[in-house]
């Protein structure tokens, strides 16, 4: 597969997950986009959906992590940025394989409580939301080199996708708790992996406005 078609998973993968996410739970009945985790999805009504998006999603960006190498090549960045890249690939496609726990009353009807799969949901979401983060930070030190405007976005991209991760646990504990509810959990949850998915297409958009390479 060429560079040109490995560089295009990462534009795939940046509209696809975050799409489909948003579109399935504008539309999911008991499922709220402003109070419920995204990775909700990938449990009761239409399961499915989000478990095929996030294998998906993680295929596209492992692609694009070979892409993302072979168009850096040598140099700051060519080596880790793939590389937490493709650990946010592997991140994705554990939470799509282990669903989370029910949580915040979806889906309704189910009982709440963490599980050992849950655990293991919860560090393959750490893994991604570190994968985005971390290599945002890694390639604004590359792109930054001959663009400021490049380094300022890819940096406070990583800082956002790392805020709102943080805020949505933080939500999450306060509804939990009964002192903020319905707390917007699921909508920061939903902007950190926006603002990571969107710096994706950015800089897959950019190298391929690059000279080609086979």
């Keep these: ?59 596209l960006l492992g692609l694009f992590a070979i892409g993302l190498r072979r ?22 496609a554990v939470a799509g394989l282990v669903p989370t726990d029910p949580a915040l009353g979806y889906p309704p009807g189910r009982s709440e409580g963490l599980t050992a799969a849950g655990g293991v949901h919860q560090a393959a979401g750490l893994a991604l939301f570190a994968g985005l983060s971390g290599a945002a930070f890694v390639l604004a030190r590359r792109l930054g080199a001959s663009s400021r405007a490049w380094a300022r976005y890819l940096r406070a991209s990583a800082s956002l996708v790392i805020i709102f991760a943080f805020a949505a ?9 009964g002192i903020w509810r319905p707390a917007p959990a699921g909508l920061l949850e939903h902007l950190a992996l926006l603002a990571g998915f969107c710096w994706i297409i950015a800089v897959a958009t950019e190298l391929l406005r690059r000279p080609a390479r086979s």
């Design 71 to 92: 168009a850096l090549h040598v140099g700051r960045g060519a080596t880790w940025g793939p590389v937490l890249i493709a650990s946010a690939a592997v991140g994705l």
């Design 1 to 59: 597969m060429s560079t040109t078609w490995l560089l295009r998973c990462g534009l795939a993968a940046g509209v696809l997950v975050p799409a489909v996410l948003w579109a399935d739970g504008a539309t999911r009945p008991g499922y709220s986009l402003w109070h419920h985790g995204a990775s909700q999805l990938g449990t009761g009504e239409r399961a499915w959906l989000q478990t095929a998006n996030f294998l998906l999603g993680a295929l």
């Design 169 to 177: 646990g933080i939500a999450y504990r306060l509804d939990t708790l």
